[in-house]
């Protein structure tokens, strides 16, 4: 495939645009890219149709965490209104250098939910905790902004990915479970949060169709007058 067809332009959702490319991603067993990622939050935010509810781009997250200087990021967080969201989740990235579009090695996923006060980081590598440092950069930069009381937890029994590329497929079957938890109703129980649903609905087998039901999903979208 050339350049020029990587590049074509299939499909604008939102303020999303896909490129071939992506679904070359999406066709084979490779590592999500940040538009695959922005898209399905994109998707979901359209499911879930709610001012409670705010999936972070992965582009935002990266600069929460990568911001140089308090200023600059309160100017940058301010029109998410954080403190009036009752849930929020960031796609987390191990990388670190700003000059680097679409750099990193790993996904992992840090929500927050309101009413417990609670940050939880789900990591889906067979290690535990492997973004875990990145993860904590984002809830120290946010926390002033959402509530300066909130608690951190990491999720080590999140489930785990059985090869080295579907994190990414991870955080967007996570996301996905935690958004239909929360627009199902959540339990009186704060403890328990969304962690039953996780178990039952991210398992490596839904998680592994999760690739070909995105790219059924932007090629049905792509068909849509």
Not at 105 to 128: C, I, P, T
Not at 166 to 192: H, M, N, S
């Given at each position: 495939?050339?350049t020029?067809?990587?590049?074509?332009?299939v499909?604008?959702?939102?303020?999303?645009?896909?490129?071939?490319?992506?679904?070359?991603?999406?066709?084979?067993?490779?590592?999500?890219?940040?538009r695959?990622i922005?898209?399905?939050?994109?998707?979901?935010?359209?499911c879930?149709?709610?001012?409670?509810?705010?999936?972070?781009?992965?582009?935002?997250?990266?600069?929460?965490?990568?911001?140089?200087?308090t200023?600059?990021?309160?100017?940058?967080?301010?029109p998410?209104?954080?403190?009036?969201?009752k849930l929020?989740?960031?796609?987390?990235n191990?990388?670190?250098?700003?000059?680097?579009?679409?750099?990193?090695?790993?996904?992992?996923?840090?929500?927050?939910?309101k009413?417990?006060?609670?940050?939880?980081?789900?990591?889906?590598?067979?290690?535990?905790?492997?973004?875990g440092?990145?993860?904590?950069?984002v809830?120290?930069?946010?926390?002033?902004f959402?509530?300066?009381d909130?608690?951190?937890?990491?999720c080590?029994?999140?489930?785990?990915q059985?090869?080295?590329?579907?994190?990414?497929?991870?955080?967007?079957?996570?996301?996905?479970?935690?958004?239909?938890?929360?627009?199902?109703?959540?339990?009186?129980?704060?403890?328990?949060?969304?962690?039953?649903?996780?178990?039952?609905?991210?398992?490596?087998?839904?998680v592994?169709?999760?690739r070909s039901d995105?790219?059924?999903?932007?090629?049905?979208?792509?068909?849509?007058?």
């Amino acid at each position: 495939m050339t350049t020029g067809s990587a590049d074509e332009k299939v499909l604008s959702y939102n303020d999303v645009v896909l490129r071939r490319s992506d679904l070359d991603i999406l066709s084979g067993p490779f590592f999500l890219n940040d538009r695959i990622i922005e898209f399905y939050f994109s998707y979901l935010t359209s499911c879930h149709p709610s001012e409670d509810i705010l999936l972070v781009p992965p582009s935002i997250t990266f600069w929460i965490k990568e911001c140089p200087d308090t200023e600059s990021l309160k100017e940058f967080v301010e029109p998410l209104h954080l403190s009036q969201r009752k849930l929020i989740i960031f796609p987390i990235n191990d990388n670190a250098d700003v000059t680097m579009a679409e750099g990193g090695s790993h996904w992992s996923l840090l929500a927050y939910e309101k009413n417990a006060n609670l940050f939880v980081h789900h990591d889906s590598s067979q290690g535990g905790g492997v973004n875990g440092s990145h993860a904590k950069r984002v809830y120290r930069s946010v926390t002033c902004f959402v509530a300066s009381d909130a608690t951190y937890v990491e999720c080590f029994d999140s489930p785990k990915q059985v090869n080295g590329y579907d994190c990414g497929l991870y955080v967007t079957a996570i996301a996905r479970a935690i958004c239909e938890w929360f627009a199902c109703g959540r339990p009186k129980d704060e403890q328990k949060l969304w962690f039953t649903s996780i178990k039952e609905q991210v398992t490596p087998s839904l998680v592994s169709k999760m690739r070909s039901d995105i790219l059924e999903l932007i090629r049905s979208l792509m068909a849509t007058p």
